[in-house]
């Protein structure tokens, strides 16, 4: 399991990408809007003209998520 503790752009690139690699990612996140869009809709990657949408986890805070 991967947490990927302050999950904004770049982070959530790196996490979408390990997801999509078949790894357990956790994106965490303050931001309530983006946590619950990111579990609603999953997390879209828009590179070079391919659009992927990654099913991953997001949370606010660590609490509860266990070991990663």
């Known amino acids: 399991n991967i947490a990927v503790l302050g999950a904004g ?5 790196i996490g979408g990408r390990l997801a999509a690699a ?3 990612v956790t994106l965490i996140n303050r931001n309530a809007a983006y946590v619950d869009t990111v579990t ?4 879209v990657l828009d590179e070079c ?3 992927d949408v990654v099913r991953l986890r997001a ?3 660590v609490e509860g998520l266990g070991p990663q």
Do not use: F, K, M, Q
């Open 9 to 13: 752009s770049l982070g959530s690139v």
């Open 40 to 43: 609603r809709d999953g997390l």
């Open 49 to 51: 003209g391919r659009r």
């Open 22 to 24: 078949g790894h357990i």
């Open 59 to 61: 949370a606010r805070t």
